[in-house]
């Protein structure tokens, strides 16, 4: 270090104010890796912090998304078709990439399907979407919900099928 500076002392410098910029620019390299240690550390604290929430919230997001595909899943066989709740994580540490899908099956011979508006018809959706609430029954304390015109587009096959599932749900004891 000492050979640095004498080596620098040394120099003759033309421009009298390039010693200043000097000194200013490395003060400010010296300041923004102060910045950089210190984002880092807290970086580094919010990182667990997420990875506690996480490590608490997954296990309980994925307990309360199986149970309710066995809710979903037995609504689905009662009215004689096939539906699966599926919780996709994507291997992924972006949240708002994870995903609840309802994969459904309306049809004889078909395949499971993630529910899609511009596959599936009106009244499979309604048939979907009420199925699935009543199947957040089970894991919710909320004691009703609300929909308006959920039959909108439902054959009367699976009208009369759902809302006999809604009347016995319903009168089920011990059930919000």
Excluded at 26 to 36: F, G, N, T, V, Y
Excluded at 132 to 143: H, I, K, R
Aim: with cysteine.
């Amino acid at each position: 270090a000492e050979e640095k500076k004498v080596r620098m002392d040394s120099i003759v410098i033309s421009d009298p104010g390039a010693q200043q910029r000097y000194n200013r620019i490395s003060q400010k390299i010296e300041d923004s890796e102060k910045c950089l240690r210190e984002y880092e550390a807290s970086r580094a604290v919010c990182e667990a912090t997420v990875q506690q929430l996480k490590d608490a919230w997954l296990p309980e997001m994925r307990r309360l998304v199986t149970k309710n595909n066995a809710n979903f899943s037995e609504a689905f066989r009662n009215v004689g078709i096939a539906g699966e709740v599926v919780f996709n994580e994507l291997e992924n540490e972006d949240f708002a990439k994870y995903s609840i899908d309802l994969r459904v099956k309306f049809r004889e011979g078909g395949e499971l399907m993630t529910l899609d508006s511009a596959y599936h018809s009106g009244g499979e959706s309604s048939t979907s979407t009420i199925l699935y609430l009543m199947a957040l029954q089970g894991v919710t304390t909320s004691p009703f919900r609300v929909v308006d015109e959920i039959n909108q587009g439902m054959d009367s096959i699976n009208e009369r099928s759902v809302f006999k599932l809604l009347v016995d749900a319903a009168t089920e004891p011990d059930t919000p």
